[in-house]
């Protein structure tokens, strides 16, 4: 029998879906973390009390296979949940997308998973994953006149064919499509609240660093930029302006400032903190025009955070979000980064009071305790 408060989350959203199933448990719920075969494992918070599906080896045949194993599991657990919460596009089950005649007679935009689970009453939650699963190329290519597609390294391999195909699955099949106050879709409507969330003892300005994770004591400014130097990195183009950060970088130390490039690379997702922790600056992106998951991670760990904010967007949070009149943010772009972080690096009481906003900001929006309740209520209301 599906209990009232049971909710799973398809496909994790980075850690932040690990904290909310924690904190719904704490409330009374019955949640769990569904983990597809193909998720990235780096990206993985945790590995323990997940559901996964059963595999065989993956050749053709096992391809056939796994795919009727998925089915059979999918569907052995998939009516116990009363909300399901999909992080990005929709289906899980990829074998009936092949039985054409049911969408030559049911339409296009015919998911069997998302039918069946109407016809169970299931609530869907639609979670987007980024700008493809929030407006269409088309539309989304007119900010900047073009500047933000322009800088994506994914620019060939987004379609408005399948953009289309799923803002249409998504209007057809889903209950509530969250939005976090920046970008509001015209493709479908959208209901803007704190979603992302942390473990802000976690992620903690006072956390002990175990030895293992130290880095070597240095007098000098560590920057902390997540580089796309490959994969989105992709025929000059680069979303996040790294090149720029970079140089901005390689200025100041070329003036003699005591500072350093900082990157994170190949440390599991659970162990980012401690590294994160060890930085005194943080650049987050300079084209796309809001934060990530860096911004909420490193603003709870008390640190100074540049980003781009597009001028739209942020009239748009704060409308959304009343309660804020300013945000813990040092606004830059790719002609101003330079200026920005020389006066992070060269004024210490700017670059102290800066992080203590961002810790504030933090507390105040991405509490996984405050947003799971505020969560609840919504999908209470649906």
Aim: charged share 25%; proline share 5%.
């Amino acid at each position: 029998m599906r209990a009232r408060k049971s909710v799973l989350f398809v496909r994790p959203d980075y850690h932040c879906s690990f904290f909310y199933r924690d904190a719904l448990r704490k409330s009374g719920w019955k949640a769990d973390v569904y983990v597809p075969p193909n998720y990235p494992e780096k990206l993985l918070y945790s590995d323990s009390d997940i559901l996964r599906p059963p595999q065989i080896q993956s050749n053709y045949l096992g391809s056939i296979l796994n795919q009727i194993l998925l089915t059979a599991w999918w569907l052995g657990i998939f009516a116990r949940y009363r909300f399901h919460i999909y992080y990005g596009r929709p289906p899980v089950l990829r074998i009936f997308e092949y039985i054409a005649c049911l969408q030559r007679f049911f339409g296009k935009n015919f998911v069997f998973e998302l039918w069946l689970a109407k016809f169970f009453r299931i609530n869907l939650i639609f979670l987007p994953t980024g700008c493809h699963d929030d407006e269409s190329k088309e539309n989304f290519s007119n900010f900047d006149n073009g500047n933000v597609c322009n800088h994506c390294g994914s620019w060939d391999r987004c379609s408005d064919q399948l953009n289309n195909l799923n803002f249409s699955r998504i209007r057809r099949y889903f209950d509530m499509n969250i939005g976090v106050g920046a970008i509001d879709s015209s493709q479908f409507p959208m209901t803007h609240m704190k979603y992302k969330s942390i473990d802000l003892d976690l992620w903690s300005p006072d956390m002990v660093i175990p030895k293992e994770h130290l880095l070597p004591s240095t007098k000098r400014l560590r920057i902390l930029h997540s580089a796309y130097l490959s994969g989105r990195n992709w025929k000059g183009r680069n979303i996040k302006g790294s090149p720029f950060v970079l140089e901005a970088i390689e200025r100041l130390q070329n003036e003699g400032h005591l500072i350093e490039y900082f990157f994170i690379k190949d440390k599991p997702s659970n162990q980012m903190r401690f590294y994160q922790a060890q930085a005194d600056i943080v650049v987050e992106q300079l084209i796309y025009g809001w934060w990530g998951s860096t911004f909420v991670e490193t603003s709870a760990l008390g640190k100074p955070v540049i980003c781009y904010l597009r001028p739209s967007w942020k009239e748009f949070f704060f409308k959304t979000f009343p309660e804020y009149k300013t945000l813990p943010v040092i606004e830059a772009d790719t002609k101003t980064v330079y200026d920005s972080l020389k006066k992070l690096v060269v004024d210490h009481d700017f670059r102290r009071m800066q992080g203590i906003e961002s810790r504030k900001f933090a507390e105040q929006h991405f509490s996984v305790q405050k947003n799971t309740q505020s969560f609840i209520k919504y999908m209470e209301s649906l």
